[in-house]
T-cell receptor, first 113, second 111 residues
Framework: NAGVTQTPKFQVLKTGQSMTLQCAQDMNHEYMSWYRQDPGMGLRLIHYSVGAGITDQGEVPNGYNVSRSTTEDFPLRLLSAAPSQTSVYFC????????????FGQGTRLTVV | GNSVTQMEGPVTLSEEAFLTINCTYTATGYPSLFWYVQYPGEGLQLLLKATKADDKGSNKGFEATYRKETTSFHLEKGSVQVSDSAVYFCALRNNFNKFYFGSGTKLNVKP
């Protein structure tokens, strides 16, 4: 049981480049989300999804797009990378209801130069 | 609104010392509360949780009690080890299934 898998683990981009961070889960979770982690700021929600075909914005959505065509996958797209997007990105998933916890991937460390 | 506030770190302790990391929250309704731990270079892992008032979550010697009257969920451990060095996050899940995280507290345990 792999849990939540993120790829790549590390990435360096030039300003203006685009890329997609991949996230897949094998637990049949309805709820998936993307966070960024910056020093001293904890985790900030970028986008989330409550099921296939349904996505919504979180706290810091600008510069990022998401889609959810299947239950398993929730890719995050950076449209035109900026140095301010240098961060560690985490994908998480959970069951939709009640008191269950979120499961996290190992993270993607992104540097934009 | 919903938010989580936890004490700033880093917290530096000697091995076998008593640990408390404070966490308070603001939420509408009746949230579930969580503590996560993050080791260097890794993702967040669930440490413990509590789903209703007066519940106590516990795991690996860590404990936290859901106190609705003080809106708190402080993390405690009686005797820390070097291997407990990590960043600890307090979090809540509200009635709309959204998670909110504190800013994290780094714990350094010295031998």
């Amino acid at each position: 049981n792999a849990g939540v898998t993120q790829t790549p683990k590390f990435q360096v981009l030039k300003t203006g480049q685009s890329m997609t961070l991949q996230c897949a889960q094998d637990m049949n979770h309805e709820y998936m989300s993307w966070y960024r982690q910056d020093p001293g700021m904890g985790l900030r929600l970028i986008h989330y999804s409550v099921g296939a075909g349904i996505t919504d914005q979180g706290e810091v959505p600008n510069g990022y797009n998401v889609s959810r065509s299947t239950t398993e996958d929730f890719p995050l797209r950076l449209l035109s990378a900026a140095p301010s997007q240098t961060s560690v990105y985490f994908c998480a998933s959970s069951y939709r209801g009640g008191d269950t916890e979120a499961f996290f991937g190992q993270g993607t460390r992104l540097t934009v130069v | 609104g919903n938010s989580v506030t936890q004490m700033e770190g880093p917290v530096t302790l000697s091995e076998e010392a008593f640990l408390t990391i404070n966490c308070t929250y603001t939420a509408t309704g009746y949230p579930s509360l969580f503590w996560y731990v993050q080791y260097p270079g890794e993702g967040l892992q669930l440490l413990l949780k509590a789903t209703k008032a007066d519940d106590k979550g516990s795991n690996k010697g860590f404990e936290a009690t859901y106190r609705k009257e003080t809106t708190s969920f402080h993390l405690e451990k009686g005797s820390v080890q070097v291997s407990d060095s990590a960043v600890y996050f307090c979090a809540l899940r509200n009635n709309f299934n959204k998670f909110y995280f504190g800013s994290g507290t780094k714990l350094n345990v010295k031998p």
